[in-house]
């Protein structure tokens, strides 16, 4: 699976940008499909994961409530809404795929990784 990241760049603080993920495979829909991030001098952590239906999501205590993960099957992308910015989001974005029958928070668990697309809130 081929994984293209998109949507990062230069936000305010309290913006909204979306990112996007597009998948190469056909059976896209049989991935958990996660976004992961990872700031500078910081180890890579979790963000979010979507199931394979879209109806069942997890999130990271720091973005809960801020985030939205979601998923089109029929276009083969994961998007990750993203709305009150704080500087401390700003990091390298990364969406991964793992097939999986669970969503899962560890990165171990995801085998495909996309390029990752930079998010930098300015204050």
């Known amino acids: 699976v081929q994984l293209q990241a998109s949507g990062g760049g230069l936000v305010q603080a309290g913006g909204s940008p979306r990112l996007s993920c597009a998948a190469s495979?056909?059976?896209?829909?049989?991935?958990?499909m996660g976004w992961f991030r990872q700031a500078p001098g910081k180890e890579r952590e979790f963000v979010a994961a979507?199931?394979?239906?879209?109806?069942?999501?997890i999130y990271a205590d720091s973005v809960k409530g801020r985030f939205t993960i979601s998923r089109d099957n029929a276009k083969n992308t994961v998007f990750l809404q993203m709305n009150s910015l704080k500087p401390e989001d700003t990091a390298v974005y990364y969406c991964?795929?793992?097939?999986?029958?669970?969503?899962?928070?560890?990165?171990?668990?995801?085998?495909?990784w996309g390029q990752g697309t930079l998010v930098t809130v300015s204050s």
């Open positions: 991964g795929a793992a097939p999986r029958y669970y969503i899962s928070r560890y990165y171990t668990e995801y085998d495909y």
């Open positions: 495979e056909r059976t896209f829909r049989g991935y958990v």
């Open positions: 979507i199931g394979w239906s879209g109806d069942s999501t």
